[in-house]
């Protein structure tokens, strides 16, 4: 009978404190969002020029990228992010004067490295004479040899 009602007495105490740890509570304000950022990168070297910059006031977000494409061409991309207008992006493409680097061919000769193989077969034959009697004689069969998974929790 202690057993029933120290069970009865869990399942209650476990229930109400369920119902206590629902209680909801409003998100607190931290105020107004606002950040600005930006940066550019500029390697002639590589060819690698690009830049961004990005403002953001409450939930208006509006920025600008630009970068050099693969065929020399400027790509500039204007975006604007808001609630009621959601993501919307205008992209230009201008022609420059600016020179990709191509990477050099030299005249150095590419050698094949040799693939190397196991020395011993992963599948090898059982002979029949090891092979259990209760098994029929004829067919092939397979062993199979190599690593093991080892699972371990």
Known sequence: MMAKFSY???ICLA?????W?????PEP????????FH??????????????KETRKDDKVAGQYTLI???????TVDYTAD???GFNAVVRREPTDIKIPQPEIGHKKLIATKIVTPALPLVHY????????????????????????????
């Open 83 to 85: 609630d009621h207008n």
């Open 69 to 75: 494409d693969a065929d020399g061409y400027l790509r």
């Open 29 to 36: 304000d931290y105020g107004p969002v606002a950040y600005e």
């Open 8 to 10: 009865l007495f869990c």
């Open 39 to 52: 940066w550019a990168v500029n390697d002639p070297h590589t060819g690698d020029i690009k830049s961004q």
């Open 21 to 25: 740890a629902v209680e909801l509570r």
């Open 15 to 19: 229930l109400s404190g369920a119902v």
């Open 126 to 153: 059982a002979p029949k004479a090891i092979l259990k009697a209760h098994e029929p004689s004829e067919g092939n069969y397979v062993s199979v040899s190599g690593p093991t998974a080892q699972y371990k929790y």
